[in-house]
Each structure stands twice: as structure tokens, then as C-alpha cells.
């Protein structure tokens, strides 16, 4: 059975289509396959590429690990839809006949995967996705930060911690609530 890829364009930043990242898999367990054999379709690519393609295609919404690509990568190539090819210590992979194959016998499940991306935000302008992928970086460090140093935290400081990302997390709502009231009352305006 295939995975259920049914989406609601219009929460483009509230809730990814497929539910929240950290809730389950933005891809759910296979589908990443197919979109990994799309971009291979269209370039040859190394891991890191097709890392950086995939977050280029969903606007910074999906950053998938090396830990989820290089499996992907061998079992496709163990299926014989792609092949490596080494270039300056790298491997290149390309996608096989075999590949294009199977990526044309679950062509609704690719269509679906590119509505998808451009359901990413697709329409907003550039500027938004850049802010948005700075912002997600600030927030990553301060995650890696805070898991770092937080084994050596006293009380007073933890509890001082868990008080700044709180006042934090109330004032980003603020501003979403803000620019969410903003935008419904440009629409009612139109």
C-alpha cells in the first residue's frame, strides 16, 4: 500500500502537509525514495548535493540527514535503480533505466511529492525563505548550545534558561498571532 500523501496547501509554515516535523517523518518510511530518484532523473549528484537540493526544494522546511540519505542511496543502488560512479573521492550517482522505470510506474506519487514542494511556500518571495532558513539556523544553535553546556547548568541557572525561552516562545506567538490577524484583515480587505 502506498503512503498517504494528501496535503492542505494553505498551512504553508504552521504545519508541514504531511503534520509536524518533530510529530513523524516529513516523508513517511519509503517516499523518499521517490523524490531522491526525481533529482537523480534530472542530474547526476553526490549525498551532500542531494541534501542541499532536497532543503532547496522545500524551502528550508525539510533537511534531511545524512543518516536517512546514504541508506536510501544503498538500497536504491542495491535495487539497481541507481548507480555510483566515483568522481574526485565522491560518489556520483546516477539513475539507471531500471530507475526511470520504476519512477514512471509511481509517477501520482512524484506529481503529489512536487505539489508538495511547491506547497512549501512556494510563492513567497526569496527574502522569506532566506529569513526563514537564518532563523531556523539561530534556532538550531541555540538547541546544540543548550545540549551542550546544559549537564553543567545549576538550578537557578536551568530555571533561568527555561524562563528566557519561555518570555521567548510568547513573543514569537505574539508576532505570528500579529502577522496572522495582519494578513486575514488584508484578505477581508480584497
Known amino acids: 500500500m502506498e503512503p498517504d500523501l494528501s496535503h492542505d496547501a494553505t498551512h504553508c509554515h504552521k504545519e508541514p502537509p504531511l503534520g509536524p516535523i518533530r510529530a513523524?517523518?516529513?516523508?513517511?518510511?519509503?517516499?523518499?525514495?521517490?523524490?531522491?530518484?526525481d533529482l537523480l532523473s534530472q542530474k547526476p549528484s553526490h549525498g551532500y548535493e542531494i541534501i542541499h537540493n532536497l532543503e532547496d526544494i522545500f524551502h528550508g522546511f525539510y533537511s534531511p540527514s545524512p543518516g536517512s540519505?546514504?541508506?536510501?542511496?544503498?538500497?536504491?543502488?542495491?535495487?539497481?535503480?541507481?548507480?555510483?560512479?566515483?568522481?574526485?573521492?565522491?560518489?556520483?550517482?546516477?539513475?539507471?533505466?531500471?530507475?526511470?522505470?520504476?519512477?514512471d510506474e509511481h509517477a501520482a506519487i512524484v506529481k503529489e511529492?512536487?505539489?508538495?514542494?511547491?506547497?512549501?511556500?512556494?510563492t513567497k518571495p526569496r527574502w522569506q525563505h532566506e529569513d526563514f532558513r537564518a532563523t531556523a539556523a539561530e534556532l538550531r544553535l541555540l538547541g546544540r548550545t543548550f545540549i551542550q553546556y546544559a549537564s553543567?547548568?545549576?538550578?537557578?541557572?536551568?530555571?533561568?534558561?527555561?524562563?528566557?525561552?519561555r518570555r521567548?516562545?510568547?513573543?514569537?506567538?505574539?508576532v505570528i498571532d500579529l502577522s496572522q490577524a495582519k494578513k486575514s484583515a488584508d484578505l477581508a480587505q480584497s
Open 24 to 37: 513523524r517523518r516529513f516523508f513517511e518510511k519509503g517516499v523518499l525514495r521517490f523524490i531522491v530518484l
Open 69 to 103: 540519505i546514504y541508506p536510501t542511496l544503498q538500497l536504491m543502488e542495491d535495487q539497481g535503480y541507481i548507480t555510483p560512479d566515483r568522481h574526485t573521492g565522491k560518489k556520483i550517482y546516477a539513475i539507471t533505466t531500471a530507475g526511470l522505470s520504476y519512477l
Open 113 to 122: 511529492l512536487r505539489l508538495l514542494a511547491e506547497s512549501s511556500c512556494g
Open 152 to 165: 553543567g547548568l545549576n538550578r537557578e541557572q536551568m530555571d533561568r534558561v527555561r524562563e528566557i525561552v
Open 168 to 174: 521567548a516562545t510568547i513573543e514569537i506567538t505574539d
